[in-house]
């Protein structure tokens, strides 16, 4: 019942992201109908603060890396589930023996990574700000702070979870039934998390 009742959260939240998109695209379609002939769009103008030039190719890099480690933690969580569900909840061997590693390690990594990207999601709204790209700039900053800053909140949220989740193996003696329902449906609220950046990033760094 836990299962089901995350599985019907999580559409809901789907829904709520798929109206962020639909409002993005709208915004963007309209603003381009109005941009003057001949001069960037404002869909233009937001999406060249992304850029980067590195080997002398024009790519949004920084926000590459920080998805590739996004996308990588939710590897990291899963092998987490596979543990739980055979009951290692911690390491068997060395920390350095990843094939000892149980639940709780996998999911410890996972937080980290989780938190890198999150660290990353910060250093760029900091350079974005520092170049007058901020909330009120215009229609494509409000979208940008908007659905980035929605989902960044996602994540902190699933952070917490794992935390929590965390915290639980530590004081109790026995990992219950109960414990590893806890487990999946964590894992099932970060691959949502996951899915939905897939989506956002494409949307915002890669279509032109």
């Known amino acids: 019942m836990v299962a089901v009742g ?22 963007r379609n309209h603003t381009t109908a109005m941009a003057a ?24 890099w920084f926000s590459i890396i920080n998805t590739t480690i996004l996308v990588l933690s939710s590897i990291t969580c ?19 023996n990843v094939g000892s590693w149980g639940m709780r390690e996998w999911y410890i990594l996972t937080v980290l990574m ?3 990207f999150i660290g990353g ?23 940008f702070f908007l659905a980035t800053g929605f989902h960044g909140l996602h994540v902190l949220g699933g952070l917490i979870a794992f935390l ?24 099932y609220y970060w691959h949502f998390v996951d899915i939905v950046w897939i989506i956002l990033f494409a949307v915002i760094y890669l279509i032109r």
């Open 164 to 187: 929590l989740m965390i915290g639980r193996t530590y004081v109790a003696r026995t990992f219950t039934h109960e414990q590893r329902v806890h487990a999946i449906v964590t894992s």
């Open 121 to 143: 999601q910060a250093y760029e709204y900091f350079l974005l700000v520092s170049e007058g790209f901020v909330l009120q700039t215009n229609a494509y900053t409000s979208a």
């Open 37 to 60: 002939p001949g001069e960037p769009t404002m869909w233009e103008w937001g999406t060249s603060h992304f850029m980067q030039d590195w080997f002398g190719i024009q790519l949004p």
């Open 114 to 116: 989780g938190s890198v």
């Open 78 to 96: 899963q092998i987490g589930v596979f543990r739980a569900e055979k009951g290692y909840v911690s390491r068997t061997g060395s920390i350095f």
């Open 6 to 27: 995350t599985v019907i959260w999580l559409a809901s939240e789907l829904m709520f992201f798929a109206a962020l998109f639909a409002a993005y695209f709208n915004l």
